[in-house]
T-cell receptor
């Protein structure tokens, strides 16, 4: 069975600062990995996903994540935070060939002016 | 842009009452899902549905829960006799079908918040 751990329930950054949201996964074989975002009063939206190929994955809104097998990590980054990035971010994992995600607890990103 | 829609956005009910949450998946999607998120906890998988039957379900999805596709557009989650611990945000999702199973990511609705008093 796959699982993910998101370090930090809340991350606070200043506008323009680097965003780093951490995610580590547990899986016996390399899984599929996802980041979803949930803006206030909205549903879950896929930011990016890793299935195969290039380990650095670029997503929407300037976010990217890198799959590091040796570290079992899939951290989400963005070079410069914007106020509109304030949201809940969920890392998720699924078995290879399945797109049914198992979610982490989520990290709330707070962006200060 | 096609989207998954859910109704109601918020429902308050008394313990022991039946609740039906409704979802309209994206029209060309054939796989449907329900997830839930209890306040402050993980988003948890409940059930997946394909070809008018459950394809996978979690241990949370016990006999109190049922799903149905009553017509060509709606996908419903019924909780037969609600308990306090059923209070949560319930998310519906859908995905495309490929060879041998779902293909591509899940598209989620905005959720239905259920409050059981």
């Amino acid at each position: 069975a796959q699982s993910v751990t998101q370090l930090g329930s809340h991350v606070s950054v200043s506008e323009g600062a680097l965003v780093l949201l951490r995610c580590n996964y547990s899986s016996s074989v390399p899984p599929y990995l996802f980041w979803y975002v949930q803006y206030p009063n909205q549903g879950l939206q896929l930011l990016l996903k890793y299935t195969t190929g290039a380990t650095l994955v670029k997503g929407i809104n300037g976010f990217e994540a890198e799959f590091k097998k040796s570290e079992t990590s899939f951290h989400l980054t963005k070079p410069s935070a914007h106020m509109s990035d304030a949201a809940e971010y969920f890392c998720a994992v699924s078995a290879r060939g399945s797109y049914i995600p198992t979610f982490g607890r989520g990290t709330s990103l707070i962006v200060h002016p | 842009e096609p989207e998954v829609t859910q109704t109601p956005s918020h429902q308050v009910t008394q313990m022991g009452q039946e609740v039906i949450l409704r979802c309209v998946p994206i029209s060309n999607h054939l796989y449907f899902y329900w997830y839930r998120q209890i306040l402050g906890q993980k988003v948890e998988f409940l059930v997946s549905f394909y070809n008018n039957e459950i394809s996978e379900k979690s241990e949370i999805f016990d006999d109190q829960f049922s799903v149905e596709r009553p017509d060509g557009s709606n996908f419903t989650l019924k909780i037969r006799s609600t308990k306090l611990e059923d209070s949560a945000m319930y998310f519906c999702a859908s995905s495309e079908s490929g060879a041998g199973g779902p293909r591509g990511e899940l598209f989620f609705g905005e959720g239905s918040r259920l409050t059981v008093l």
